[in-house]
């Protein structure tokens, strides 16, 4: 697929409407789009997805994590070029990113120092993000099977179409 305008403006589009609706906590497609977005589309379609996150965090407000939850949502990008062979490894990876996300954005919360800088601070914060990882791993099992559905029924028009 080439590199068009008009899908940027799409993934534009789509995640700052993810992020501006109200929803109960981290229970969005972000991580899910960040997955499928490289996926489907390639890699260069990455900087797009971070370009939305800056715009969007402009108005959201930025925060002390803010370059953590980018950070990770580079590497699920990046990631998901190995996750691609088909649906079962595709929503893996896509879980495998929403638990990439857990840690990372949850070691930039405990080197806030909030916590405190001990083992104790550091689990304490792991633990009390859990509810939250909950939301982000349904969201995410929820939203890549929205995409699958979505990218299945895409091909299937593709070949109704072609015959």
């Excluded at 993000?129 to 995409?147: D, E, K, Q, R, V």
Aim: one cysteine or more; glycine letters at 8%.
């Amino acid at each position: 697929m080439n590199f068009s305008l008009k899908t940027c403006f799409a993934i534009l589009l789509v995640l700052s409407l993810s992020r501006f609706i109200p929803h109960p906590p981290n229970f969005t497609s972000l991580l899910a789009l960040s997955f499928y977005v490289p996926a489907f589309l390639g890699i260069r379609y990455l900087p797009v997805l971070i370009l939305s996150f800056v715009l969007t965090d402009f108005v959201i407000g930025f925060h002390g994590t803010t370059l953590f939850t980018w950070g990770s949502i580079i590497i699920i990008g990046l990631m998901s070029r190995y996750f691609v062979k088909n649906i079962g490894t595709r929503i893996i990876g896509s879980l495998l990113g929403a638990c990439a996300f857990y840690l990372i954005t949850n070691f930039g919360v405990w080197s806030l120092g909030s916590y405190g800088y001990t083992l104790e601070g550091f689990i304490i914060c792991y633990t009390l993000a859990i509810p939250f990882f909950t939301y982000n791993l349904i969201s995410t099992l929820l939203f890549s099977s929205i995409f699958e559905g979505i990218y299945k029924f895409k091909n299937i028009v593709q070949k109704v179409i072609t015959n």
